[in-house]
């Protein structure tokens, strides 16, 4: 597949490898979890697609406007509020940007953003389909 990620975990916790081409990185679990704290944890992963795509999404459209942007910054946190049905999950994304713009360009700007594919995932239905491969056969 065209965009799969391999991710791999051995015998040591919770230290686990995670490939996409020849690129890798590693997650893992902070000690108090149990782990080696060698990565980022799985959710912080997640929190982090959503700042760097926001970002990334950004600094494109300032790019094709041709708008002096010296630095977008996203900090992402996130907290769950459990209730007797259901868990809500509130992720926060404040948004900096240090550039030559007017107010109506850093909404521009801002409101792109939102609109990043991380986010729009994220906020459509997802349905996760997991398969146990029998490599015995």
Same mark, same amino acid.
Not at 5 to 10: D, E, K, L, P, R
Not at 75 to 79: D, L, T
Not at 83 to 87: F, I, P, R, T, V
């Given at each position: 597949m065209e965009n799969e990620? =391999? =991710? +791999?975990? !051995?015998e040591e916790s919770y230290t686990t %490898?995670? %490939?996409? !081409? *020849?690129? +890798?990185? &590693?997650? *893992?679990?902070?000690? $108090?979890?149990? !782990?080696?704290?060698?990565?980022?944890?799985?959710?912080?992963?997640l929190l982090s697609s959503i700042g760097a795509?926001?970002? &990334?999404?950004?600094r494109m459209y300032a790019n094709r406007k041709e708008w002096k942007v010296n630095k977008i910054e996203v900090?992402? +946190?996130? $907290?769950v509020q459990k +209730? $007797? %049905?259901? %868990?809500t999950t509130y992720i926060k994304c404040n948004v900096f940007i240090d550039g030559e713009l007017d107010a109506d360009q850093k909404k521009?700007?801002?409101?792109?953003?939102?609109?990043?594919?991380v986010q729009k995932m994220l906020q459509n239905?997802? =349905? =996760?389909e997991s398969n146990l491969i029998d490599t015995n056969i």
């Open positions: 990620v =391999v =991710v +791999s975990i !051995g %490898q995670i %490939q996409y !081409g *020849d690129l +890798s990185l &590693i997650a *893992d679990e902070p000690e $108090e979890l149990g !782990g080696q704290n060698k990565g980022f944890a799985p959710t912080q992963l795509c926001k970002a &990334i999404t950004m900090k992402v +946190s996130s $907290e +209730s $007797e %049905q259901q %868990q521009r700007i801002y409101t792109i953003g939102e609109k990043c594919p239905p997802i =349905v =996760v």
